[in-house]
C-alpha cells in the first residue's frame, strides 16, 4: 500500500456509476470470450477508464485481469510525434 500512497487516481464516475460499467464490462469480456475464434485466447472489453480481459489457461477457468487505463493531464506530448503530424499535414511551421 505504501507504494500507492503518492498517486491520486480520479475516475469520472461515482462509485455506483463505476460499479454499473465494471459489471457491463465483465459481461461484454464474458461473451467475448466464449465467442471468440478457435485459435484465440482472450476476451476483452474496455471504455476510457477500465480495461478487463479473460485469458485462456490450462485449466477450466480463464484468469480475470482489470486494469485501469491511466492518464495524467500534465502528460506533455511526444515531441516526436508532433513534429511528424506538423510535417505531414504542413501545418504550424515557423510557429
Known amino acids: 500500500m505504501r507504494s500507492y500512497d503518492l498517486y ?28 471468440r475464434g478457435p485459435n484465440l485466447r482472450h476476451g476483452i472489453a474496455l471504455d476510457k477508464h477500465v480495461t478487463v480481459i479473460l485469458s485462456q489457461t490450462e ?15 500534465y502528460q506533455k506530448p511526444n515531441p516526436v510525434r508532433g513534429r511528424l503530424v506538423r510535417e505531414a499535414t504542413g501545418g504550424l511551421e515557423g510557429a
Open 59 to 73: 485449466g477450466d477457468s480463464p484468469l480475470c485481469g482489470i486494469y485501469f487505463n491511466l492518464h495524467s493531464p
Open 8 to 35: 491520486v487516481i480520479c475516475i469520472d464516475k461515482t462509485p455506483e456509476e463505476f460499479k454499473e460499467t465494471l459489471v457491463s464490462l465483465l459481461k461484454k469480456a464474458i461473451k467475448a470470450y466464449e465467442s
